[in-house]
């Protein structure tokens, strides 16, 4: 079975940076798709980053030139950098992979727990 587990996350003053990392667990072939989506107070869960297997990349126009989404396909391993961090950028950050081929399935998605990152001073 295939898991998501997520590291990084916490509380940073505006200006500042963070780093996430999501690992997949499990005997996986291929994950064709990574990404980070973000879920703050009272909003619609939306997206952050992704990242094809590929290395090609998408970002959100609002994290655009702040944040940086990489992966290790060796690791099956996602990374987000997030730099000049804002208080709006506060929210539940969400591990996201899709296309997920393992030795007994195919085509699976799946979400990490969720890491909280707050922007305060």
């Known amino acids: 079975q295939v898991q998501l587990v997520e590291s990084g996350g916490g509380l940073v003053q505006p200006g500042g940076s963070l780093g996430l990392s999501c690992a997949a667990s499990?005997?996986?072939?291929?994950?064709?798709?990574m990404g980070w989506y973000r879920q703050a107070p009272g909003k619609q869960r939306e997206l952050v980053a992704t990242i094809m297997y590929s290395g090609r990349t998408r970002y959100a126009d609002s994290v655009k030139g702040r944040f940086t989404i990489s992966r290790d396909n060796a690791k099956n391993t996602v990374y987000l950098s997030m730099n000049s961090l804002k208080p709006e950028d506060t929210a539940v950050y969400y591990c996201?992979?899709?296309?997920?081929?393992?030795?007994?399935?195919?085509?699976?998605?799946?979400w990490g727990q969720g890491t909280q990152v707050t922007v305060s001073s």
């Open positions: 996201n992979a899709a296309d997920v081929y393992t030795e007994t399935t195919s085509g699976d998605t799946l």
């Open positions: 499990g005997t996986i072939l291929r994950i064709g798709v």
